[in-house]
């Protein structure tokens, strides 16, 4: 006849604790043991279960902003600098950033970014175009087999990194998007 060990009440804290692989050679828990971290129990009911938008900025009607200083007109402005640059190449950043690029340094850090993109963009085409044209000399196929997937590329790249912007503009962020696609030509 086999005997079990008694068993207590269950632990309340019995969900918590980390029953991850035992380590060779371990021997049995003690019922202190097996919280992941020290002071890794459960959270305070008002810990992480803030609502989205809520906090600081959502009092101040600032569109969940989260920077100080961040109104919805420079959150409009730079998603609409974004979103044209995607239609109009570097056009519209360039009328965001010469007329209200002194109103904020939010505004001016998005609208240089939104540039910069798009400039860097519109370089990229025109070698993509040189490179078409070269290969037109030797065959027109080859120049639309090559320059159109490189530029239908390059765009979804720019649309991609151009979205991320406006994401970031509207929760009141800075983007950082990779110098290899966005050289900083405007500052």
């Given at each position: 006849?086999?005997s079990k060990?008694?068993r207590?009440?269950p632990?309340p804290q019995?969900?918590?604790?980390d029953?991850?692989?035992?380590?060779?050679g371990?021997?049995?828990?003690?019922p202190?043991e097996g919280l992941?971290?020290?002071?890794?129990?459960?959270?305070?009911p008002?810990?992480?279960?803030?609502?989205?938008?809520?906090?600081?900025?959502?009092?101040e009607g600032?569109?969940?902003?989260?920077?100080?200083?961040?109104?919805?007109?420079?959150?409009?402005s730079?998603a609409f600098?974004?979103?044209?640059?995607?239609?109009?190449?570097p056009v519209?950043?360039?009328?965001?950033?010469?007329?209200k690029?002194r109103?904020s340094?939010?505004?001016?850090y998005?609208?240089?970014?939104a540039v910069n993109?798009?400039l860097?963009c519109t370089?990229?085409?025109?070698?993509?175009a040189?490179?078409?044209?070269?290969l037109?000399?030797?065959?027109?196929t080859?120049?639309?087999?090559?320059?159109?997937?490189?530029l239908f590329?390059l765009?979804?790249i720019?649309l991609?990194?151009l979205?991320?912007g406006?994401v970031a503009?509207?929760?009141?962020?800075?983007?950082e998007?990779p110098?290899?696609?966005?050289?900083r030509i405007?500052?």
């Amino acid at each position: 006849m086999t005997s079990k060990p008694a068993r207590s009440a269950p632990d309340p804290q019995a969900p918590q604790l980390d029953m991850g692989p035992a380590k060779p050679g371990a021997g049995p828990a003690e019922p202190d043991e097996g919280l992941a971290e020290p002071g890794a129990g459960p959270a305070e009911p008002d810990e992480g279960l803030a609502e989205p938008g809520a906090g600081p900025a959502a009092d101040e009607g600032q569109s969940g902003a989260s920077e100080p200083g961040v109104h919805d007109g420079d959150v409009t402005s730079a998603a609409f600098g974004y979103l044209g640059a995607i239609f109009l190449g570097p056009v519209i950043p360039l009328i965001v950033y010469a007329i209200k690029a002194r109103r904020s340094p939010f505004l001016r850090y998005h609208a240089a970014v939104a540039v910069n993109l798009s400039l860097t963009c519109t370089l990229y085409v025109v070698c993509c175009a040189i490179l078409g044209g070269l290969l037109a000399l030797d065959s027109v196929t080859v120049a639309l087999v090559i320059a159109v997937p490189l530029l239908f590329g390059l765009w979804l790249i720019m649309l991609r990194y151009l979205l991320r912007g406006v994401v970031a503009a509207n929760h009141g962020e800075e983007y950082e998007i990779p110098s290899w696609i966005c050289a900083r030509i405007v500052t």
